[in-house]
């Protein structure tokens, strides 16, 4: 699946968004489509989109670079990424997956660069609001955990 639904996304306006864009109520079916947004309900997917922007990525271009500070939390909406750490071995992330939660949570540099393969949609929250959104939902803190968990026991699979 590289992208959402793309009937829904479409519908949303993925193929008119600008490059950084407001995130408004029309965007809650595609949201409704993300793993990570599941056990939330409409009222609390419109609370979501209100708080994020959508923004686009050239392919190959850096979205988030190693050892940056982090100062935003990013769901692919469309297109495919590569995460590359300092070591180890690169990943690739889908739509419907997230990145860059890392550097919010503990407040440490960027643990790995993150490059559009393709031409990538993304919808973005801010630190602040990120950091609320998980303290008023905890649903989403759950989904949350719950991959990072997942993504720990495949990293230490692969060393
Ligand atoms: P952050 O450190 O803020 O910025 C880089 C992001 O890449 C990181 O948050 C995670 O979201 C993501 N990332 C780092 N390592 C992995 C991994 N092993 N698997 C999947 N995603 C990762």
Do not use: C
């Amino acid at each position: 699946m590289s992208q959402i639904a793309a009937g829904t996304a479409a519908a949303a306006g993925v193929s008119r968004a600008r490059d950084t864009d407001r995130m408004g109520r029309e965007w809650v079916d595609v949201l409704a489509e993300v793993p990570l947004f599941a056990n939330l309900s409409r009222r609390h997917l419109r609370h979501v989109a209100s708080v994020a922007r959508t923004r686009r990525f050239a392919s190959g271009s850096s979205i988030v670079r190693a050892g940056d500070a982090g100062s935003a939390f990013y769901v692919l909406i469309d297109g495919t990424v590569r995460v590359v750490p300092a070591s180890g071995r690169a990943r690739r992330l889908r739509a419907g997956d997230f990145f860059g939660e890392m550097a919010l949570f503990d407040e440490t540099p960027r643990s790995a660069s993150v490059v559009a393969d393709d031409e990538v949609l993304t919808m973005t929250i801010g630190r602040r609001a990120f950091s609320k959104l998980l303290k008023q939902e905890p649903a989403l803190a759950f989904e949350l955990l719950r991959t990072l968990a997942a993504r720990l026991r495949a990293a230490e699979k692969s060393v």
